[in-house]
């Protein structure tokens, strides 16, 4: 297992950049639960969520939009935003993303 540099976005809380392992039990447990990946955006980051969320009643957290500004989706509880390569691996989310995605959420 590697560490891996990403954003975690907390309910009611502003986005940070932590350092986690790149373990499943690791992303679960930051993530309370089972996770799941959307690939929203084109730049290989991945958003992680818990995929019981909603069911479970988590606490909404953000909108997520399409490129004309449309919410496609509200995510429920903690997520991440995470890289991956071409192979579909985890990897640290590059200078680049983290700047834009710590400016988007």
């Known amino acids: 297992m590697a ?5 975690k976005v907390d309910v009611a809380d502003v986005a940070k950049v932590v350092t986690i392992s790149d373990s499943l039990e690791s992303l679960q447990h ?6 799941e ?3 929203p955006w084109e730049d290989n980051a991945t958003l992680i969520c818990n995929e019981e969320g909603k069911i479970n009643g988590m606490e ?3 909108p997520l939009y399409d490129e004309d500004g449309r919410i ?21 989310l590059t200078d680049e993303q983290i700047a834009t995605y ?3 959420f």
């Open 72 to 92: 496609i989706d509200i995510i429920a509880g903690p997520f991440l935003i995470v890289g991956f390569d071409d192979d579909g691996e985890l990897i640290s």
């Open 3 to 7: 560490d891996i540099k990403v954003i």
């Open 37 to 39: 990946c959307i690939y």
């Open 60 to 62: 909404l957290n953000c």
């Open 102 to 104: 710590l400016r988007k």
């Open 30 to 35: 930051e993530v309370d639960g089972y996770i």
